[in-house]
Structure formats: C-alpha cells, structure tokens
C-alpha cells in the first residue's frame, strides 16, 4: 500500500472552485450539492440501544476502500 499511498492527493480543493466548476461540468455539479450534505454522523445510538458492533475497525475499513478503488482503476 505505500506505494498507492504515494499517489493520493492530500490538498484540499476549496469549495468555491468546485461551484465555479460545477457551471460547466455535470460532474462537479453533483459533487458541489454534496458541499452542503451534513456528514457529521455517529453510530452511538445504535451500539446503545441495540449492542451493535461495527464489523470492521477504522483501518480496516479504509485499507478495505483503497484495495476497491485500485481493484476498480480509481487509483492506478
């Protein structure tokens, strides 16, 4: 993996070059709607109420979407 890890982008792209760019592109145009989705979940309640587990840790949860996403060429 360290040599994929090479290969990802750190930079943030600032939000209103993605609303200048979703004028011309469809793409960008979905993706600029995410910019206003609230992402801040948790899943306290559930492992209170209800005992659940998540079934992979953090890691391995990542580790699990980079090995897709070279399976799947978004990372070459």
Known sequence: ?????AKVSTRTL????M???AL???????AAHL????RKLSNAKARLVFGW??????????LAS???MIKF????
């Open 1 to 5: 993996m360290p040599t994929v890890a």
């Open 14 to 17: 600032p939000n209103w070059v």
């Open 19 to 21: 609303y200048v760019a």
């Open 24 to 30: 011309f592109s469809k793409q960008a145009k979905d």
């Open 35 to 38: 910019l206003k989705v609230n």
């Open 53 to 62: 587990k998540p079934i992979a840790s953090n890691e391995e949860a990542i």
């Open 66 to 68: 980079v090995e897709s």
């Open 73 to 76: 060429g978004t990372i070459k």
